[in-house]
């Protein structure tokens, strides 16, 4: 399967401090998004990064790519209460039947007032 | 932009009943996904539908499942016979470009189904 993994399944820190989850996949992927749920709630995108690309920001989130290890970082910065949420990876990647579409499995945030 | 709307946004039925979900994409969206999220199989794809037309149902977990999509702004997944396992949160997303375009997914908020 090409789901993602997250890591850490749980995160719980403090208002203020940075908080990072990582994303590991399987096999080549031509981009890799992330996004949130909060609770009781749908999906949002927050960030798209390219196969091409190693690093981007969007606010206060940092996203890194490290294809050769098949792996992502999300660094949220200076995190809030309101950034309590579960945050998923998702993978496009091609396979011999077609182009797959991934999510993986989440990261719990806990973040602490 | 009223984003993605799915109805009903609870629903509680008793086994062996009917289920049917609605979901109205994104005006201007050519793509609809429908998955289903439960705690130990994470988010599933169920279908995915491209200009109407179903693409990939190989989601799908059983004949009791069925989805359609008649017209660009609206889709429905059904569930006959329901059964107790079906439990879960289903969500429809829609986006341009279909499945592997560099556009998000946008979603709705699901609806939380509960087979008595």
């Known amino acids: 399967s090409q789901q993602g993994e997250e890591d850490p399944q749980a995160l719980s820190i403090q208002e203020g401090e940075n908080a990072t989850m990582n994303c590991s996949y399987k096999?080549?992927?031509?981009?890799l998004q992330w996004y949130r749920q909060n609770s009781g709630r749908g999906l949002v995108h927050l960030i798209l990064?390219?196969?091409?690309?190693r690093e981007k920001h969007s606010g206060r989130l940092r996203v890194t790519l490290d294809t050769s290890k098949k792996s992502s970082s999300l660094l949220i910065t200076a995190s809030r209460a309101a950034d309590t949420a579960s945050y998923f990876c998702?993978?496009?990647?091609?396979?011999?039947?077609?182009?797959?579409?991934?999510f993986g499995t989440g990261t719990s945030l806990t973040v602490i007032p | 932009d009223a984003g993605v709307i799915q109805s009903p946004r609870h629903e509680v039925t008793e086994m062996g009943q009917e289920v049917t979900l609605r979901c109205k994409p994104i005006?201007?969206?050519?793509?609809l996904f429908w998955y289903r999220q439960t705690m130990m199989r994470g988010l599933e794809l169920l279908i995915y539908?491209?200009?109407?037309?179903?693409?990939?149902d190989s989601g799908m977990p059983e004949d009791r499942f069925s989805a359609k999509m008649p017209n660009a702004s609206f889709s429905t997944l059904k569930i006959q016979p329901s059964e107790p396992r079906d439990s879960a949160v289903y969500f429809c997303?829609?986006?341009?470009?279909?499945?592997?375009?560099?556009?998000?997914?946008?979603f709705g908020d699901g609806t939380r189904l509960s087979i008595l």
């Open positions: 997303a829609s986006t341009m470009g279909g499945r592997t375009s560099n556009q998000p997914q946008h």
């Open positions: 096999t080549s992927i031509n981009n």
């Open positions: 990064i390219r196969s091409n690309e």
């Open positions: 998702a993978t496009d990647a091609s396979t011999n039947t077609g182009n797959q579409f991934y």
């Open positions: 005006s201007g969206h050519n793509s």
């Open positions: 539908f491209n200009n109407n037309v179903p693409i990939d």
